[in-house]
């Protein structure tokens, strides 16, 4: 599973870590901890990539919007940006995704979606990044909602079998 040159990662359990930047725990009953990473674990195994370690940070609109502009000179407010932190190619992946709790539930109120499928849409959308998914053109957008929807139900059957 993993390239001769990174053998101690073999023995390093995968992790996938939560926290909150200036929000509230976005997680409440059926969401849990546990059965996004479970998912992620889903998600990462059907898409045949490895992962080390998975950080979610939960934040506000302005926090995100000021990594956006710092780090990828983007003037605009988004729902999630994923840094792909993996040392180098082959390498299990290591991330931080930070994710916009604000737009979050305002996606959720536009689309009319419970908030807790698109927080979890948005999760898969930046997993799906780390496995290669790209959004930038109208072809590349499709493939990856696809994607986003075979994981959704897999969340649902996760959630409805709890």
Not at 124 to 151: S, T
Request: some cysteine.
């Amino acid at each position: 599973m993993y390239p001769h040159c990174y053998p101690f990662a073999q023995m390093v359990k995968p992790r996938i870590l939560f926290a909150s930047h200036e929000v509230s725990n976005p997680f409440r009953p059926p969401l849990t901890r546990n059965r996004i990473r479970q998912a992620l674990s889903y998600l990462f195994d059907q898409e045949q990539k490895s992962f080390l370690k998975l950080l979610y940070v939960f934040c506000r609109d302005d926090f995100l919007w000021e990594l956006n502009q710092q780090y990828l000179q983007h003037d605009t407010y988004t729902d999630i940006l994923t840094f792909d932190l993996t040392p180098f190619a082959g390498a299990p992946v290591e991330a931080e995704i930070y994710i916009s709790v604000e737009r979050v539930h305002e996606n959720a109120h536009r689309f009319g979606v419970p908030f807790e499928d698109e927080l979890v849409r948005v999760i898969f959308h930046g997993a799906l990044h780390l496995c290669g998914y790209d959004d930038h053109r109208e072809a590349d957008q499709k493939r990856m909602r696809a994607r986003e929807d075979v994981y959704l139900d897999f969340w649902h059957k996760l959630k409805d079998a709890s």
